[in-house]
């Protein structure tokens, strides 16, 4: 009798794919970027020039703070040497021409008294180049003058370019009969404010 044999089946190969091998990746292009270099932009300087032709710095530009501090630090300086102050000479004449001009600004902003003060009657410049004097109809007017004084003050010095300038008021009862101006002095007294008034005199054939 014939033993069974025995079948060893082989195992079944599967053909199974491999895995694909990752290509390799290209580097991307390098491109150099152009950067613009940044624009420097400089602060304009507004110059402006006052009624009296003085040209002053706008207070909106870098230039103009950098001219304020400079100012500033000047007047610091003057205040604490006040040698180092303007004294230059002036006349009568030059004076005159900047006390009309103020006594203008006064009526122009409504200040008509201290304008009125003003040229109640022509000051006069003391020999000693600096003092200037005013004659005043009463008490009143000279202690009501002196009290408001300061702004002019700096008018003059700043003008003039001295400050040893005083303004001294004296009290003189004659003129106060100048107070009441005859057609002609009023007259006058407008003309030295305001000169354009002889040219409309004489354009209109206008009398006094």
Do not use: C
């Amino acid at each position: 009798m014939s033993q069974p044999v025995a079948v060893v089946s082989e195992p079944s190969v599967t053909n199974t794919p491999e895995p694909e091998k990752p290509v390799g990746l290209s580097p991307l292009p390098v491109k150099e970027l152009e950067v613009d270099e940044p624009e420097v932009v400089k602060p304009t300087v507004v110059r402006v020039e006052d009624n009296d032709g003085e040209v002053k710095v706008s207070a909106f530009s870098l230039a103009s703070i950098r001219k304020k501090k400079e100012m500033e630090q000047t007047q610091r300086a003057h205040l604490n040497n006040p040698d180092a102050l303007p004294r230059n000479s002036f006349n009568e004449t030059d004076m005159r021409l900047q006390w009309n001009k103020f006594a203008q600004r006064l009526s122009d902003t409504g200040q008509k008294i201290m304008a009125t003060y003003m040229q109640i009657n022509d000051p006069h410049l003391h020999t000693d180049g600096f003092t200037i004097r005013l004659e005043l109809p009463n008490e009143g007017s000279k202690v009501d003058f002196d009290n408001n004084k300061h702004e002019l003050l700096g008018y003059l010095r700043g003008k003039l370019h001295n400050h040893d300038i005083v303004v001294e008021t004296h009290v003189n009862e004659i003129v106060s009969t100048k107070y009441a101006f005859t057609p002609e002095e009023k007259y006058e007294k407008l003309k030295a404010m305001n000169p354009a008034v002889e040219i409309l005199r004489k354009m209109f054939d206008l009398d006094i």
